[in-house]
């Protein structure tokens, strides 16, 4: 059956660029891989264990597990991912204009860029739950090892009490789509609706460019939290991506603080390991640079706000009642809320 994202995008050209690009990294004995899947099969469920213990959310029908992979599976995995993802897009673009006789040279092109992207990411990468997985993969965290182990050579971590540091993040996402079944479906729905509602019409185009560059002349300034191309959508798109970068502030602000707190009495070095990793995401130069061009930075100002938020909901209204959040999509914050975190609790957690 041929899906319309591959008469789109040249998946094989997007697997050999970035595989290219991601390279092998550091090489592993057996000996180190071995200790890997050991130190991973043991870390995995104790965290689970702690995060689920604090924050009282389930995992759900199935227990968490440990994928440690290659730059390259990892790769393979999340460009699985992205044809599932961009399938409703394909098929609104190809609807559209059809194939046309560029097709080639685009889906060469765009191939390129995203194998470039993740070849990239895979560099960068240490742990991922894919809140997109098949059902069947349901309880699946990846951990890319040439990168974690690289990491602790480099900066001499001790290696299991850096693994089960990185475990806590990874499997506190890991519970809260496990806590919340209904949560999978909706991200699921929110991301297709906004690659459905993508228009690729030039005079559409210009004339959003045109609306853009009123609001830059008027002082607006909106787009400063979401970067440059918030400035080019529609009202009905920019509420999309409010309530999409919402959600993702909340998961990762909730997974930052549940990791800070739990790791307090848990890994004594789990201080020098943010500090470190910080450094890294931090460091001045071309790096830094194009972790711009690609909204990286964006992302991580979402991430710090969606931090602050679930701080001082909980210290405000306590876990069981700031749990109220997982019990369906109304219970979620909005960004307004996610910078005003009283809003909230006053609207779900206060009664």
């Known amino acids: 059956m041929t899906f319309a994202a591959g008469r789109l995008i ?3 050209t997007a697997r050999s660029v970035g595989g290219q690009v991601a390279s092998s990294g550091p090489q592993l004995s057996a000996l180190d891989r071995a200790r890997l899947f050991e130190d991973f099969a043991e870390v995995v469920p104790e965290a689970e264990t702690l995060v689920e213990r604090f924050t009282g959310l389930s995992p759900g029908s199935y227990r968490s597990r440990p994928w440690v992979m290659t730059r390259k599976e990892w790769l393979g995995q999340n460009l699985r991912a992205f044809e599932r993802i961009l399938e409703p897009f394909a098929e609104k673009v190809l609807t559209d204009k059809g194939d046309g006789v560029l097709a080639p040279v685009r889906r060469h092109l765009l191939g390129a860029q995203i194998g470039g992207l993740l070849g990239y990411l895979g560099h960068r990468v ?31 971590f001790p290696p299991r009490e850096f693994r089960l540091w990185l475990a806590l993040h990874e499997v506190t996402h890991r519970l ?8 999978r479906g909706y991200l699921m729905d929110m991301v297709e609706r906004y690659l459905k509602s993508v228009e690729l019409d030039p005079r559409w185009l210009a004339d959003r460019l045109k609306t853009a560059i009123g609001e830059i002349r008027s002082g607006q300034g909106e787009h400063r939290g979401f970067g440059w ?19 993702m502030s909340l ?6 603080y549940v990791m800070n ?5 848990t ?11 910080q450094a890294r995401r931090t460091k001045p130069g071309l790096e830094k640079a194009f972790q711009k061009a690609i909204g990286f930075e ?3 100002r979402q991430y710090d706000l969606g931090h602050g938020f679930v701080a001082t909901a909980i210290e405000q209204a306590g876990m069981e009642r700031f749990n109220r959040i997982w019990e369906g999509p109304a219970n979620l914050p909005s960004m307004q809320e996610i910078a005003e975190p009283e809003r909230w609790v006053a609207r779900v957690a206060a009664h």
Not at 229 to 247: I, K, P
Not at 251 to 256: F, N, R, Y
Not at 261 to 265: A, G, H, T, Y
Not at 267 to 277: G, I, K, M, Y
């Open 251 to 256: 998961l990762e602000g909730h997974a930052t």
């Open 176 to 183: 809260q789509f496990g806590g919340a079944p209904w949560l």
């Open 261 to 265: 707190v739990v790791e307090r009495d």
């Open 126 to 156: 240490l742990g991922q739950y894919d809140a997109l997985l098949p059902p069947d993969d349901d309880g699946v965290v990846y951990f890319v090892g040439p990168n974690i182990v690289g990491l602790e050579r480099q900066f001499t």
């Open 267 to 277: 890994l004594p070095q789990a201080e020098r390991f943010h500090r470190t990793l």
């Open 298 to 300: 964006v992302k991580v």
């Open 229 to 247: 191309f918030f400035l080019l959508m529609s009202e009905v798109q920019r509420d999309m991506v409010r309530n999409m970068q919402a959600l």
């Open 10 to 12: 040249d998946w094989k």
